[in-house]
């Protein structure tokens, strides 16, 4: 039976993945920084913890999310599909099968057209679920390969989530690809988790973007750090000016806080700026549960920026 965990159940799930996507956070750490993100009011109607019960027994469990996506002209509705587990002992059973197959007919059931998860676990799993790759690519971009130009950017504060949620739906507003919305949930979702994971490791405001405002026009970028990366999760700018800073302002970034590389998913704007292999981890995958819905075959291009990696 699928169903929403609750209480005990959400702590031993996160007792689970703290091991694979715990991020260096010790388990009690983790746990607190779990609870927050799912608790809190952007979680509310978008985001949940669903569990799978043989005879009362929790035997497999996952994070879904209510997204909203357009391909051309057509909206949709997404269920996207992240930290799927399994105990160890439990594994080899068909637990995890059988969940994502409950959870993805729920889904269509409630008028979502497709589904998309992002593996590490390789393509072949999911393919016998009914996905199939899509476009993945990466690249990184050390400091010497940026523009330098003095001043144009800042950092992003509270506030700034209006303007950029307004850049970011502008830059794929007329996408042809499949994209998910920028409809200012995914951001407030994402600085969410960003908070409450620097307020889990005991700092406070988190960096989190840059933007860029002037004469030139306007820009912003929103950002994470990993351990020798700036991640740019996702970036738009309404000139080739504003477009400039903002690199330039990445650049800065690097050398202020000590990181090598900007690591970026070429999507909408940031599409051509530096060459992008493929990647061969977080491969975006997409399986349809509405075949009317117009979605991207095997190897399509889409729009998926590092922001919707939730």
């Given amino acids: 039976m699928l169903r929403d965990l609750t209480g005990e159940e959400r702590a031993v799930y996160f007792r689970g ?7 260096g956070l010790a388990q009690e750490r983790f746990q607190l920084f779990q609870r927050r993100l799912a608790d809190a009011p952007e979680a509310k109607d978008r985001y949940r ?7 009362g027994s929790l035997t497999a469990a996952m994070k ?6 357009h391909c051309g002209t057509k909206s949709l509705r997404v269920l996207g599909v992240g930290a799927v587990f399994t105990p160890p002992e439990l594994r080899r059973k068909g637990h995890a099968a059988a969940m994502l197959r409950a959870a993805m007919e729920e889904a ?3 008028g979502a057209h497709a ?3 992002f593996s590490d676990i390789g393509v072949r799993y999911y393919e016998r679920l009914g996905f199939h790759q899509v476009e993945s690519r990466e690249c990184t971009v050390d400091a010497a390969g940026l523009p330098r130009l003095p001043g144009g950017t800042r950092p992003a504060l509270a506030g700034d989530e209006p303007l950029m949620t307004r850049l970011f739906a502008a830059a794929r507003g007329d996408a042809r690809n499949f994209a998910l919305e920028r409809d200012g949930w995914t951001l407030r979702f994402q600085l969410r988790r960003l908070r409450e994971l620097a307020r889990a490791r005991g700092v406070g405001e988190p960096e989190w973007g840059i933007v860029a405002e002037g004469r030139f026009g306007e820009g912003a970028a929103m950002l994470r ?14 000139s080739d000016g504003a477009r400039d800073r903002i690199l330039s302002g990445l650049c800065d970034c690097l050398q202020r806080v000590g990181r090598t590389r900007v690591r970026i998913w ?9 060459p992008a292999p493929e990647r061969n981890s977080a491969v975006a995958m997409i399986a349809p549960l509405d075949p009317s819905a117009p979605l991207p075959e095997r190897g399509g291009k889409t729009e998926l920026a590092l922001l919707d990696h939730i």
Avoid: C, K, M
């Fill in 17 to 23: 993945i703290q091991p694979i996507w715990g991020g």
């Fill in 49 to 55: 913890l669903l569990g799978w019960f043989v005879h």
């Fill in 64 to 69: 879904a999310y209510d997204l909203r996506a």
């Fill in 108 to 110: 269509r059931s409630g």
């Fill in 115 to 117: 589904a998309v998860l």
């Fill in 225 to 238: 750090f990993g351990r020798d990366t700036v991640d740019v999760l996702e970036a738009a700018w309404n």
């Fill in 266 to 274: 070429p999507a909408a704007q940031l599409r051509g700026l530096f």
